[in-house]
């Protein structure tokens, strides 16, 4: 079992910059791949950015990618998400997730964290 508890979320304006953390407990040893995804009001949920284990590898939506950098510190179970640059349309809340091997199907991963709420306005 793992656990994920995310926090960060919040009111910025668009041009503004959050950063999301993601805090794990329980089988934290295991080589474990982390996502996050955003589900906005009436929308399905969507991927945003994973990385591996070892953080060489990293993908991102191509809605996100030169705005949002994941990033992971293992020596203290957590990956980040920096989301600079904010639109409206980045309004979401947003979850993190492990899965074993790398993914960006939300249906590949087994754990999920309750989300935190981000709110873009204009």
């Known amino acids: 079992q793992v656990q994920l508890v995310e926090s960060g979320g919040g009111l910025v304006q668009a041009g503004g910059s959050l950063r999301l953390s993601c805090a794990a407990s329980?089988?934290?040893?295991?080589?474990?791949?982390m996502g996050w995804f955003r589900q906005a009001p009436g929308k399905a949920r969507e991927f945003v950015a994973a990385?591996?284990?070892?953080?060489?590898?990293?993908r991102y939506a191509d809605s996100v990618k030169g705005r949002f950098t994941i990033s992971r510190d293992n020596a203290k179970s957590t990956v980040y998400l920096q989301m600079n640059s904010l639109k409206p349309e980045d309004t979401a809340d947003y979850y993190c997730?492990?899965?074993?091997?790398?993914?960006?199907?939300?249906?590949?991963?087994?754990?999920w964290g309750q989300g935190t709420q981000v709110t873009v306005s204009s």
């Open positions: 997730a492990s899965t074993s091997s790398f993914a960006v199907e939300a249906g590949s991963y087994a754990y």
């Open positions: 329980g089988r934290t040893g295991s080589r474990l791949v």
């Open positions: 990385i591996s284990w070892g953080g060489t590898s990293t």
